[in-house]
């Protein structure tokens, strides 16, 4: 029996609530979607219906971008990234109260990466749809507001559905359009435009948010009063009456059975606080706020040339600990270089590795600290080990986390590494910490190359002052310096995207094409290689 509060405040309970399966709609949508797909496209969705982790979203995205290398546009990843990485947070959450099909995580995922993939296959409706998406993911529910809330709520579980439900449907729309032909679509983009074709699912979207808002009020009320009814239970279950046989039979079966669901709800509410509080204890620092920042610069097909560098190979395809220490002078690109490497090893990665990174901001104070920077890369690496722990495993490893230091977090991070697994951590912009910071980091790297448990592979952008500090103890086995020939195709191909990109926005005017070589000349000797 769930328990419900009206709008008046009131507390209700309903039978209907719990006995309903939440996911109803959300695996009708899903039926549908695959009718929609063609044999080509239902092998597509198969082959894409995976349960996602927290590195599935730059995987996706990194394959994407990889698929689309030729042309001159400019990362689509830092559009997609906040709607898929919510949509993978509520994987993990639906798989904790679906009952009707186990799969329905995996299929969600399935059939957004499959209609995104299928309208990469059209430029023009491709750059729609991943705007569209963009926009999405601004008001897209998070973990951070239903994260411990969900639990035993069945209204909020419902309105998440539902919620997820549009957006399949959203999906199979996009899906039917891209199959139009060109012709077709330039008819109908005449009478009856993107916007307007795609508006009642998102306004139906907004609708469905405002109901989500709503349960999440609800939802601590209803946690608040289960956890009354339970105590007010057990202590009914521990008083003198306990011992009267009599007392214990008149007490159904359904009283113990509702008891025993609120534990279960009680339990993984406070898993889902110890989680967050873990994550926070480790690092305060958004690792994928600043790479979306730096990727947003790349332009397709620039800071390609590291990864087919001798000395990257070596270093990724060696089976021992070793670092890779990547360095160039002020300007010459190292961040948007390591932004790149973020997507090739996740799109490069086999099913075990795991790539975590960090990019230290002057404007981001947290992230020149040394324990924030160790405790970003600990909290990513062992996401896994995090969102798989048992309650009493949480319960040990948020007492240990609350107060570790730098040094304590790297000996934590060590003891908790897999055997056989290759772990690639990224790191840029640690010139702009300061000296005792960095004397920490180069502690840090030491004792983390020294571990006996998994492989690790460092990777870090540096300026070429830095090595005296940085690398005290932990030398670099492989070194790449940037030189300004290495710089200057991709500096013709930024200019070249630049200037389409002004042309396109009317930010820019030219009678005469003609003028356009002269122009890229003139910025490429401007820019002196930076």
């Known amino acids: ?287 994928m706020k600043s790479w979306k920042l730096f990727v947003k610069q790349r332009v397709q097909s620039t800071a390609e040339w590291l990864v087919h560098e001798d000395a990257f190979i070596a270093w990724k395809s060696s089976a021992e600990t070793s670092i890779l220490w990547v360095c160039g002078t002020l300007g010459t690109g190292k961040t948007i270089l390591m932004s790149n490497v973020v997507s090739f090893l996740h799109s490069s990665r086999h099913g075990n590795d795991v790539v975590a990174h960090i990019f230290c901001q002057a404007g981001t104070e947290l992230s020149l600290l040394a324990r924030n920077i160790v405790g970003s890369i600990c909290r990513q690496l062992l996401d896994l080990l995090i969102e798989e722990s048992s309650h009493q495993e949480l319960l040990s490893i948020q007492s240990e986390s609350e107060m570790m230091d730098t040094m304590e977090t790297v000996k934590f991070l060590i003891s908790r590494l897999v055997m056989g697994r290759t772990y690639y951590i990224v790191l840029d912009g640690l010139d702009e910490c300061e000296p005792a910071q960095i004397l920490e980091l180069a502690r840090s790297l030491e004792l983390t190359t020294q571990g006996k448990v998994g492989t690790l592979k460092i990777i870090c952008a540096t300026r070429p002052d830095l090595e005296k500090d940085l690398f005290k103890r932990a030398r670099p086995r492989y070194r790449v310096t940037i030189h300004k020939e290495k710089l200057v195709l991709d500096m013709d191909r930024y200019i070249a995207a630049t200037l389409e990109d002004c042309l396109e926005k009317g930010l820019l005017e030219i009678e005469d094409p003609a003028i356009v070589p002269t122009i890229v000349d003139t910025l490429r000797d401007g820019s002196q290689g930076m």
């Open 1 to 287: 029996m769930a328990l419900q509060l009206s709008r008046n405040g009131k507390q209700r309970q309903t039978v209907a609530d719990s006995a309903e399966d939440p996911t109803q709609c959300l695996t009708k949508a899903l039926a549908k979607f695959k009718d929609v797909l063609t044999a080509e496209q239902k092998k597509q969705f198969e082959d894409s219906t995976t349960v996602p982790d927290a590195g599935s979203v730059l995987l996706f995205v990194a394959q994407l971008d990889a698929e689309n290398s030729s042309k001159t546009r400019r990362s689509i990843a830092p559009r997609l990234c906040t709607f898929l990485t919510a949509t993978q947070q509520f994987a993990d959450a639906v798989d904790t109260f679906v009952s009707s099909n186990p799969q329905t995580a995996a299929l969600i995922w399935g059939g957004i990466k499959t209609a995104i993939t299928v309208a990469s296959n059209v430029a023009s409706y491709f750059d729609k749809v991943t705007n569209m998406i963009m926009d999405i993911g601004r008001i897209c529910p998070t973990i951070q507001q239903f994260g411990q809330l969900y639990h035993g709520h069945v209204g909020l579980q419902r309105a998440l559905c539902a919620y997820y439900a549009i957006i399949i449907e959203l999906c199979s729309k996009v899906i039917e359009v891209s199959r139009r032909g060109s012709a077709l679509q330039t008819v109908s983009s005449i009478w009856n435009p993107f916007e307007s074709e795609f508006k009642p699912f998102l306004e139906r979207l907004t609708s469905s948010i405002t109901q989500i808002t709503w349960q999440v009020s609800l939802a601590p009320q209803q946690a608040a009063q289960e956890a009354k009814l339970l105590l007010e239970y057990e202590s009914k279950e521990n008083s003198s009456f306990r011992s009267s046989t009599l007392d214990r039979l008149k007490r159904s079966a359904h009283q113990q059975e509702e008891a025993r669901q609120w534990r279960i709800n009680q339990t993984k509410r406070e898993n889902a606080h110890l989680k967050i509080k873990i994550r926070e204890n480790f690092s305060p620092v958004d690792h």
